[in-house]
């Protein structure tokens, strides 16, 4: 087996999990996904689908009629983008693969933006790429970009800059002015920008639709690569689909590296993206309404707590906090599930630069649920 594979690190999140299993106790917090199922003429589009008998592969870059409707979608949000710009993926961490598999190889230097969800800087080191981690910065409890230590960080030598705003897990958001520069660099030095703009409908800023994204600022041909998921705006992680903005030119490179790893997405599964497209304009802003209530239920009781350092997110679906005097995060995440029956993500999973914080994903229908987990951390506090 080849050594980086062999290295690779393990989940913490899922050693925290394990820690808890088969505890119907515990109040579980930790995944990045909410408790509410997928709708259901979403279902109902991939059983219809399934019942029709449309069992067999699609093209490469996804059904025409899916690539046309995302291209409508991502256009009612941003610049126009047609469907020569879509790839239909097999979710968003299969679209994020697929970008870093046409972009960075062995030796490659790929930048990221962190702390950040492991996946996105454990892809590059699986191609052999060189990861160089630049984090954020802590202001007030609130992480925050150091523009000139990102554009120090990137060169003419640096392939890919990867960043992910809204980002998962601090909620750290870039602003229109923050991606025009960034991409007047990464113009300078011929750097690609792959985008994780997973969470962009995942945003709570007054009057705002989607949080800022680089496809309000770049032409079609800029070097930019944008990741997308219908697994959080349309409930539907276990789903597993996705779908990527290239440049027109990239197009016919991403429908050759979808044969060799998915060869397409499952079409039951596609046609339940276009259903959930076809209900988004209801659909999406309720969920961002309900997702609001949710993260104005946990934080201010969060922020109340003596010791705890937090910072209101705009974007995503995560509380990130601190808790004075607990700063080994694996360890006091397992004593949190086993002694208090409380479930939440150690801040190291994502990156050292997060070690002493934890991620609470606030995404649940019932938000009473988030108040009883905030009394089982009090309990556990002594507060
Ligand atoms: C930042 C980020 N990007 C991408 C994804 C990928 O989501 P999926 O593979 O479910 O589409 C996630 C999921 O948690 C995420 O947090």
């Not at 992910?164 to 007047?184: D, K, S, V, Y």
Request: aromatic fraction near 8%.
């Amino acid at each position: 087996m080849r050594q980086v594979i062999d290295q690779l690190p393990g989940s913490k999140i899922r050693e925290v999990a394990n820690a808890g299993l088969g505890r119907a106790d515990v109040l579980p917090f930790w995944f990045g996904e909410s408790d509410e199922p997928t709708p259901a003429f979403v279902r109902d589009a991939a059983i219809r689908s399934l019942n029709d008998g449309e069992t067999f592969y699609s093209h490469n870059l996804g059904l025409p009629e899916l690539r046309e409707a995302l291209a409508g979608y991502v256009s009612s949000l941003h610049r126009p983008v047609g469907a020569d710009r879509i790839a239909v993926t097999s979710s968003g961490v299969n679209a994020l693969m697929l970008a870093m598999q046409a972009l960075a190889g062995a030796g490659d230097e790929v930048v990221v933006v962190v702390p950040v969800w492991p996946n996105l800087t454990a892809q590059p080191a699986i191609l052999g790429a060189n990861v160089k981690r630049v984090s954020l910065k802590v202001k007030e409890g609130a992480w925050q970009l150091d523009m000139a230590t990102l554009l120090d960080a990137v060169t003419a030598q640096t392939k890919v800059l990867l960043v992910n705003a809204p980002n998962n897990p601090t909620g750290w958001t870039l602003t229109r002015a923050e991606q025009e520069t960034i991409l007047a660099h990464c113009r300078h030095t011929g750097t690609w920008i792959v985008a994780d703009e997973v969470y962009e409908r995942v945003y709570f800023k007054p009057g705002a639709r989607c949080a800022p994204s680089f496809l309000d600022v770049a032409e079609p041909d800029d070097r930019l690569v944008v990741a997308h998921s219908f697994s959080k705006s349309f409930l539907m992680t276990g789903w597993r689909l996705g779908w990527l903005v290239v440049p027109p030119s990239l197009l016919s490179a991403m429908g050759k590296l979808i044969e060799f790893n998915t060869s397409c997405a499952p079409v039951f599964i596609q046609r339940a993206g276009l259903s959930g497209l076809g209900g988004a304009a209801d659909f999406v802003p309720a969920l961002i309404g309900r997702l609001q209530h949710c993260r104005d239920t946990l934080l201010p009781q969060l922020a109340a707590l003596r010791g705890v350092q937090v910072a209101m997110p705009e974007g995503g679906m995560y509380a990130f906090f601190r808790i004075e005097g607990h700063d080994d995060s694996l360890s006091f995440a397992k004593r949190l599930v086993t002694e208090a029956g409380l479930g939440l993500a150690p801040g190291a999973a994502f990156g050292d630069e997060a070690e002493g914080w934890l991620r609470w994903c606030f995404a649940s229908r019932e938000p009473a649920r988030l108040t009883q987990g905030v009394e089982r951390l009090k309990a556990f506090l002594g507060l």
